[in-house]
């Protein structure tokens, strides 16, 4: 197996494709010495986008949404921690503050 991955360009990727409708997944999976995973995904992206899809760093609506929903993910995360420290430093303080009140 080697240590790096081939970088197919757009029209690699066509050819695979063009081979795979006539042959099936796993005859073009040996052909072309390629996961049958991959050939689904650029399948896929091909449907949906056209040939845009195969470029280098194309992304579906579906990916480019989940990315977006990652990001606003990981903002909500933040703001909730940053809220629940302030609540903590707040119930810290007023523990303080009731501990040092002179009884009466």
């Known amino acids: 197996m080697s240590l790096h991955r081939k970088k197919w360009s757009k029209?690699?990727?066509?050819?695979?494709l063009l081979y795979n409708d006539q042959h099936g997944v796993?005859?073009?999976?040996?052909?072309?010495?390629?996961?049958?995973a991959?050939?689904?995904n650029w399948k896929k992206k091909y449907d949906e986008l056209g040939t845009v899809g195969l470029e280098t760093g194309s992304k579906t609506s579906l990916e480019r949404e989940l990315t977006q929903l990652k990001r606003e993910n990981n903002e909500l995360k933040k703001?909730?921690?940053?809220?629940?420290?302030?609540?903590?430093v707040k119930d810290s303080?007023?523990?303080?503050?009731?501990?040092?009140?002179p009884k009466k």
């Open 11 to 16: 029209k690699d990727k066509e050819e695979v």
């Open 26 to 36: 796993s005859q073009t999976s040996r052909e072309f010495n390629i996961s049958s």
């Open 38 to 40: 991959t050939i689904y």
């Open 79 to 88: 703001l909730v921690a940053e809220k629940e420290l302030t609540i903590k």
């Open 93 to 101: 303080l007023l523990k303080k503050n009731m501990l040092q009140r």
